[in-house]
């Protein structure tokens, strides 16, 4: 698939231009935006927005092989010897690793997993220029990980009512939180929110009646 | 442990060619040394360094495997 470059006075502009290039309406296009450009004052240092876009369509099902071997790739430069099966679900492929030393491609709290989907997922995008979302599993470790999370979350919110005094869960990231943040999403006396910067922020699970701290992150990020 | 970080980097960046790896091996703890063009450098980092932590924690754990540590220096 090939990226193509269009300009225009805005974004929206320059994304008409490439639909009229290509023939077709915005959403079968992929773009990326390089840069929106800017009015400039007074006409000085105005500049153009700049878009990439290209036409999507590609059938997924080429990606599950490459995905595979990216994957086959990676572990076996690690010095680890596994079984990868790849499967498609929706708009994500998912790939299963069946292997004797589990726990080394989990790693604490699932990192090695995170860090393993993470960039087979770069890469694979880097290869194919599109966004695919790569899900990475180990025996089954992802559902019993939300299983035990989830779990983790019920506790501490009955902690917290009995208590009345808000808890402060360890960092995690958000596929993490979002698990936490949808266990108590139903429980009326919680209220629960992401604090902190970054990438690993902490879930805050607070009781509703008593304002526990301020709100400065709310909801799930 | 140099091949492993050679594999990643080269998927990630536009001049695979210009990525170069080398290990200082030592008793305990090797460093690896990563070096790519200069316009390749946001992608072993990463946004916010995301990247580069993915490509450490990867390394640690197949550093474990032989009993050894590496630390990842991207050199710039």
């Known amino acids: 698939m090939e990226f193509q470059e269009f300009e225009g006075k805005t974004t929206e502009a320059a994304i008409e231009n490439a639909c009229a290039h290509f023939q077709v309406a915005p959403e079968q296009l992929e773009i990326e935006i390089v840069s929106v450009g800017s009015g400039g004052i007074f006409g000085l240092g105005r500049s153009k927005a700049k878009i990439r876009a290209a036409l999507r369509g590609e059938p997924e099902e080429s990606l599950l092989p490459l995905a595979q071997e990216i994957l086959e790739g990676l572990i076996e430069k690690m010095g680890e010897s596994a079984q990868i099966t790849a499967g498609q679900e929706a708009d994500r492929i998912n790939l299963k690793i069946e292997t004797e030393d589990a726990g080394l491609l989990i790693g604490k709290q699932g990192q090695t997993l995170d860090a393993l989907q993470y960039l087979v997922t770069k890469i694979l995008a880097k290869k194919t220029r599109r966004k695919v979302r790569v899900s990475i599993d180990v025996e089954a470790y992802r559902a019993r990980h939300h299983q035990a999370l989830a779990h983790l979350a019920l506790k501490y919110g009955e902690k917290v009512k009995r208590s009345g005094k808000p808890i402060t869960l360890d960092p995690m990231n958000p596929y993490d939180r979002r698990i936490v943040h949808l266990a108590l999403q139903g429980d009326k006396d919680l209220k629960t929110m992401s604090r902190g910067e970054g990438l690993y922020k902490k879930v805050v699970i607070s009781p509703v009646r008593k304002r526990g701290g301020q709100e400065d992150a709310a909801g799930p990020s | ?76």
């Open chain 2, 1 to 76: 442990m140099k091949e492993l970080v050679k594999f990643i980097a080269q998927a990630l960046v536009d001049n695979p060619d210009q990525v170069q790896v080398k290990e200082i091996e030592g008793e305990q703890t090797s460093v690896i040394e990563l070096k790519v063009a200069k316009e390749d450098l946001g992608k072993v980092i990463g946004k916010q360094g995301r990247t580069a932590r993915a490509m450490r924690t990867i390394l640690s754990a197949a550093s474990t495997k032989i009993r050894k540590r590496a630390v990842l220096e991207i050199l710039e």
